[in-house]
């Protein structure tokens, strides 16, 4: 009995706190409340949301950069003063193996640029330089993306790559294709139509990601909020 007693006052004494409070200062509050909230409301419509996915890209060239490896074990020396650009059958340097030295010989024409340095010590099989065609060189970016990710990827998607420059490298989907040593992955080329060559570097590996959607904050809430009632 006590209990409810003590219940009672206290209620009580809610109440008459409550009814203290002057009811402008209650309509104030409540429009205060409903002004912050309209606020927020209009913020978020003009606050951006990017849906992505992300991928892992190599850049590639077209026609392809020829890679020049070691026959077998041995010392690269380079061929003297050797410009950096070379012509087919010129020779890059030489391979000094079992007291005899051998010429590297380039199969095409291009820029060469080397991995080893001369007097180096390789093994059969390393990189000791790679020649970049003289001919219009064609950049894409080749990468790997689930049956799930391309089910959300649109033909011509935007896809902007990281890189240690002040600027990203923007590119667009250009192609998918199923990969045949994989039914659940699929390859997709890249097309770098408006970006410079000085930007890009053969072989390089960059992280990116693939705009699926923009939008803003509210748009995309209003869009969760139908998706939840389909679904329901």
């Given at each position: 009995m006590t209990m409810e007693r003590n219940i009672e006052l206290r209620s009580e004494k809610v109440r008459n706190i409550?009814?203290?409070i002057?009811?402008?200062?209650?309509?104030?509050?409540?429009?205060?409340i409903g002004a912050a909230l309209l606020a927020m409301v209009s913020i978020s419509a003009f606050i951006p949301y990017q849906e992505s996915v992300?991928?892992?890209v190599t850049i590639s060239t077209t026609p392809a950069i020829r890679e020049i490896n070691a026959v077998e074990d041995g010392i690269f020396v380079h061929a003297g003063a050797i410009e950096k650009s070379i012509?087919?059958?010129?020779?890059?340097?030489?391979?000094?193996?079992?007291?005899?030295?051998s010429p590297i010989i380039t199969?095409?024409?291009?820029?060469?640029?080397?991995?080893?340095?001369?007097?180096?010590?390789v093994?059969?099989?390393?990189?000791?330089?790679i020649v970049i065609p003289r001919d219009s060189l064609y950049y894409y970016g080749a990468a790997e993306i689930s049956v799930g990710d391309k089910s959300r990827i649109a033909a011509n998607s935007k896809v902007i790559l990281q890189t240690t420059a002040t600027e990203d490298i923007i590119g667009y989907m250009r192609e998918i294709s199923p990969l045949a040593s994989s039914g659940n992955r699929h390859?997709?080329?890249i097309d770098?139509?408006?970006?410079?060559?000085?930007?890009?570097?053969?072989?390089?590996?960059?992280?990116?990601?693939?705009?699926?959607?923009?939008?803003?904050?509210?748009?995309?809430?209003?869009?969760?909020?139908k998706i939840s009632r389909n679904a329901d």
């Open positions: 409550i009814g203290q002057p009811p402008m200062l209650l309509r104030y509050g409540a429009a205060i992300p991928v892992e012509e087919a059958g010129g020779t890059v340097g030489y391979l000094y193996h079992r007291e005899t030295l199969p095409i024409s291009g820029r060469v640029v080397f991995n080893a340095k001369s007097r180096e010590a093994s059969v099989g390393s990189l000791i330089c390859k997709v080329v770098f139509r408006d970006t410079p060559h000085s930007l890009l570097t053969p072989y390089e590996k960059l992280s990116g990601k693939v705009i699926i959607s923009q939008t803003t904050i509210l748009k995309r809430f209003i869009n969760s909020l």
